[in-house]
């Protein structure tokens, strides 16, 4: 089985930036893809970021320029550096992955981040 563990989420007022971070119980190298997604109050879940095997990175618009995405093969996790946070990037905060042979995706329990103006 496989376990997704988001740490980092926390109350920032505008303006500042959180590092969120997904520790995964299996070697990250088995993944295709690790994504982020977030899901704000009342809305639906919507994907953030995500990151390949081979390092290759994509984005929602909506944080392009100043969010990052990036994978720790040696530490098995996938981190989101969040910078210039607006109270709209309020929402939980998951990480999801992909096993690149069986497809299978994996959620974790979600991490809360909350953004005051």
């Known amino acids: 089985q496989v376990q997704l563990v988001e740490s980092g989420g926390g109350l920032v007022q505008a303006g500042g930036s959180l590092r969120l971070s997904c520790a995964a119980s299996?070697?990250?190298?088995?993944?295709?893809?690790m994504r982020w997604y977030r899901q704000p109050p009342g809305k639906e879940r919507e994907m953030v970021a995500g990151?390949?095997?081979?390092?290759?990175?994509n984005y929602a618009d909506t944080v392009k320029g100043r969010f990052t995405i990036s994978r720790d093969n040696a530490k098995n996790t996938v981190d989101l550096q969040m910078n210039s946070l607006k109270p709209e990037d309020t929402a939980v905060y998951h990480c999801?992955?992909?096993?690149?042979?069986?497809?299978?995706?994996?959620w974790g329990q979600g991490t809360q981040v909350t953004v005051s103006s």
């Open positions: 999801n992955g992909m096993l690149r042979l069986t497809f299978n995706e994996f």
């Open positions: 299996r070697r990250i190298s088995e993944f295709t893809v």
């Open positions: 990151v390949t095997l081979t390092g290759v990175t």
